[in-house]
T-cell receptor, first 113, second 117 residues
């Protein structure tokens, strides 16, 4: 089974500063990787995904993530955050031949004005 | 509009009562999922279904039951056997057919917040 680790449970950052949310996974087989965002009392919305090809993936709202197979990481970055980026962010993985997704415990991003 | 709907948004239940949460999708997705979300614990899989009339237990299936009589619908029943049912419940679906695999994404409903009084 896979597992996903989001090392930072809370990340405060000032508005317009850069941010990186870390995600590491454990798997001995090929996987697909996802980042989702959740606003309070809402469902999850897909930010970006890595299936294959270029290891640098661009998503919505100016976010991007880089897949690093050797370090089994898929860190999420944004060069300049906005107040509206305040939310919970989840990393998820699924084996390329699997049916079950595995989620990290989430990172709460708070953007400070 | 295509999407996933969950109802109700807020649900209150007395201890000892069963309650059913609704999940409907019109995305023509094959697979549907139920997750439970608690603060600091992320999403935990309760049940999932790949096709009609078939479903599998997830990591925390005890005290829950599901049915999949139609492709569009995957209701979740929280039974009185679930000792701590107060949580936020999320339904999701995805296309799990043949490649291209660009449709591996799970799409989520808006969630139902269940509170046991």
């Amino acid at each position: 089974a896979q597992s996903v680790t989001q090392l930072d449970s809370q990340v405060p950052v000032f508005e317009e500063a850069p941010v990186e949310l870390r995600c590491n996974y454990s798997s001995s087989v090929s996987v697909y990787l996802f980042w989702y965002v959740q606003y309070p009392n809402q469902g999850l919305q897909l930010l970006l995904k890595y299936l294959s090809g270029s290891t640098l993936v661009k998503g919505i709202n100016g976010f991007e993530a880089e897949f690093n197979k050797s370090q089994t990481s898929f860190h999420l970055r944004k060069p300049s955050v906005h107040i509206s980026d305040t939310a919970e962010y989840f990393c998820a993985v699924i084996q390329d031949t699997g049916n079950q997704f595995y989620f990290g415990t989430g990172t709460s991003l708070t953007v400070i004005p | 509009d295509g999407g996933i709907t969950q109802s109700p948004k807020y649900l209150f239940r007395k201890e000892g009562q069963n309650v059913t949460l609704s999940c409907e999708q019109n995305l023509n997705h094959d697979a549907m999922y139920w997750y439970r979300q608690d603060p600091g614990q992320g999403l935990r899989l309760i049940y999932y279904s790949q096709i009609v009339n078939d479903f599998q237990k997830g990591d925390i299936a005890e005290g829950y039951s599901v049915s999949r009589e139609k492709k569009e619908s995957f209701p979740l029943t929280v039974t009185s056997a679930q000792k701590n049912p107060t949580a936020f419940y999320l339904c999701a679906s995805r296309y799990s057919g043949a490649p291209p695999r660009g449709t591996d994404t799970q799409y989520f409903g808006p969630g139902t917040r269940l509170t046991v009084l």
